[in-house]
């Protein structure tokens, strides 16, 4: 994740190292009368918390370090984010989280 822009009009950028390509993703603001598509996850405190510095553009072990656990149990928490949320990678769970107003 290249960068993340919360004011405004949220926004996104993903870069791939590999492939040397870049994915925008914007935030879109639903009429307010409709209903959310899926009711906001519950994320435990602890999650929250990983899920900010993943935002932020903080690895695992970076994370595992701030938060004082392991690299397992941050990846851990992820897995149960990724599953809890029916995101299917890092970055659309940080977008997610840009959407529901969890990441400041």
Known sequence: ISHIKSHGEPMMNILHRKDRLCERFFCVQEASSAKPRHPSPRLTQREKEILQLM???HGSKQIASALHISTKTVDNHRQNMLHKT???????????GIRLGMIQ
């Open 86 to 96: 029916g995101s299917r990678s890092s970055s659309e769970l940080v977008s997610l």
């Open 55 to 57: 935002a932020r553009g």
